[in-house]
């Protein structure tokens, strides 16, 4: 076991050194540097790809695992599929576990990750051990909470490789057991309904060893659900959502259910929640022979509707036209959220609803470009679809960002942001990123966080609308 991890790190170590050497070479023909990779999971319009790239998509491994210890060392692009398939095994998961099979653990530590074990452990970057990063002035740094290298360590959440790209992390694990049972829990009431989820999520926290993962899903202002799992070392039978059946139907029909642990992870994953019926995948024929040809996964809807974005089709024709649409995340706190689900249903009306609890794992640590109160409960709000409208492009996600910004919540930058400069800076705290870009990549190697997440899918949706 120790030649092996041994081995894999040498091998690591190797790319390692070819990627220093890919990016010295575009530094120095002063081309921007960008990344080659064979899996994406952002939402917003970004520039079509010019010029060289750094090629990481050979940095894919898992290194060790140490279930005495609790982590895993693995490589920045390592999709949460090959982590979670090497780290259960050994009854251990990491401590988050976002909810498709193809984001990255580098992706879902500098673009914030979350799932429904986020009440008790925060973000995915809230549970990292340590991360080698690659910075924009070509170094390699070794970064932990508390050593000369901290500042980058917090700074990394929501950079999204503007400071520089994690090529090795140490994430923190947990024990699991190989079934988890599911209650699903039905509320009319808004108020109520989020009264009743605080309350269960700082209870849970204190009692350590009970329910394991919350999160909801709303239908509408009075089918509301919250769906508790526990870990169980037996199961009376388990479903499987993997094929014909749809996660996401049965929560409002079943009051209870069973899963193995691999199948509750990627409970999500062969529906893209629920918006693969947008192509058609809960037509039971086509289901039958996309499931028998492996093609119910996260990464066949995104590429389709990566294609329909670069070629503008269903834009132009049928029932797509007029639409816009409105693909966020958003964390606002528990105190405003009966008020921004109201404004979600009936100004927005995407439905169903994604909701995740999410609090810091207890530590004061900042990240200060995603800062949030950790003493207390934020709820995630997932929405995800179409919105008819002729209106000026892009009204309905403003709407979502002002209203985010007036309950004191943060929004996730993974997708669409039209935040004018002087609110983007108040919200991502610019004098720390200014800080953090002068000593990090001081010669602009990378775009800054409001060119890349902002501007240039501002320029590139005006490039394609002539």
Not at 160 to 165: A, K, S
Not at 309 to 326: A, D, P, S, T, Y
Request: hydrophobic share 40%.
């Amino acid at each position: 076991m120790k030649d092996a991890i041994a081995a894999r790190r040498a091998e690591y170590e190797a790319k390692r050194d070819r990627l220093v050497g890919e990016f010295e070479a575009i530094r120095r023909a002063g081309s921007p540097v960008r990344l080659a990779k064979q899996t994406s999971n952002l939402f917003r319009i970004r520039p079509r790809a010019r010029g060289p790239a750094l090629d990481v998509r050979d940095l894919n491994g898992v290194i060790a695992v140490d279930p005495v210890g609790n982590r895993a060392e693995v490589e920045g692009m390592a999709t949460y599929e090959s982590v979670v398939d090497a780290t259960l095994p050994h009854g251990r998961m990491p401590a988050v576990v976002p909810q498709l099979k193809t984001i990255t653990v580098g992706g879902a530590v500098t673009g914030g990750g979350i799932e429904s074990s986020s009440f008790r452990y925060g973000f995915v970057h809230e549970s990292i051990a340590a991360l080698e990063v690659l910075t924009g002035a070509g170094e390699i740094l070794y970064c932990t909470p508390d050593n000369a290298n901290s500042e980058l360590f917090y700074g990394f959440a929501n950079s999204y490789g503007t400071l520089g790209y994690a090529l090795r992390l140490w994430i923190h694990l947990i024990p699991v057991k190989p079934y988890v049972h599911m209650v699903h829990r039905h509320t009319t009431d808004p108020q109520r309904y989020f009264s009743e989820l605080e309350a269960l999520c700082l209870a849970e926290r204190k009692r350590g060893d009970g329910v394991a993962f919350v999160d909801g899903t709303v239908f509408a202002s009075d089918a509301l659900y919250r769906t508790e799992g526990s870990f169980v070392d037996a199961a009376p039978g388990t479903s499987n959502y993997r094929f014909m059946q749809v996660y996401y139907r049965s929560i409002s029909r079943r009051t209870e259910d069973f899963l193995t642990i691999r199948d509750y992870l990627w409970r999500w994953d062969a529906d893209w929640f629920w918006c693969s019926r947008a192509f058609g995948a809960e037509f039971p024929p086509l289901r039958f022979v996309a499931g028998l040809c492996g093609l119910l996964r996260s990464t066949t809807y995104w590429k389709l509707r990566d294609w329909n974005e670069r070629h503008g089709i269903l834009r132009r024709v049928g029932m797509m036209r007029n639409v816009e649409w409105v693909i966020q995340d958003v964390e606002v706190p528990v105190a405003r959220a009966a008020g921004f689900l109201e404004f979600l249903l009936h100004e927005i009306g995407i439905r169903p609803i994604w909701i995740c609890p999410v609090m810091a794992p207890g530590s004061q640590a900042v990240f200060p470009l995603y800062r949030t109160d950790s003493n207390s409960l934020y709820i995630n709000f997932g929405f995800w679809g179409g919105v008819r409208s002729r209106r000026e492009s892009g009204y309905f996600n403003r709407r979502v960002e002002e209203e985010v910004v007036a309950c004191g919540g943060k929004k996730s930058l993974y997708s669409d942001a039209y935040f004018p400069p002087e609110t983007f800076w108040e919200q991502y705290d610019q004098n720390a990123y200014t800080r953090l870009k002068r000593v990090y990549d001081p010669d602009g190697v990378f775009p800054d966080l409001y060119q890349k997440c902002v501007g240039d899918m501002n320029h590139e949706r005006e490039e394609r609308s002539r």
